[in-house]
């Protein structure tokens, strides 16, 4: 599950959808590590509650790996497009 999670706050941080750098390079995964919404961009914010309950529970599952960011890229490019109108 630190994978996971890991995972998704690097796909994050690396898409510019958080404000802040929630872990560094190399950095693990701790029990006090969070993403807050005050951590996350507008459509960062969106993403998290359009599709991240789907992706983690398909992980859980390993219907997907926790590398597997299709879902996320689909959503998050919707949720751009309508942003940029």
Do not use: H
């Not at 690097?10 to 951590?39: G, H, M, P, W």
């Amino acid at each position: 599950m630190y994978l996971a999670f890991s995972n998704i706050i690097e796909y994050f941080q690396n898409n510019n959808l958080t404000k802040r750098t929630i872990l560094a390079e190399n950095e693990q995964v701790k029990e006090s590590t969070c993403i807050r919404a005050s951590d996350l961009t507008n459509d960062g914010f969106s993403l998290m509650k359009k599709c991240f309950d789907k992706w983690i529970e398909k992980v859980i599952d390993k219907v997907i790996l926790p590398t597997d960011y299709k879902m996320l890229d689909n959503a998050l490019r919707k949720i751009q497009s309508n942003s940029a109108l």
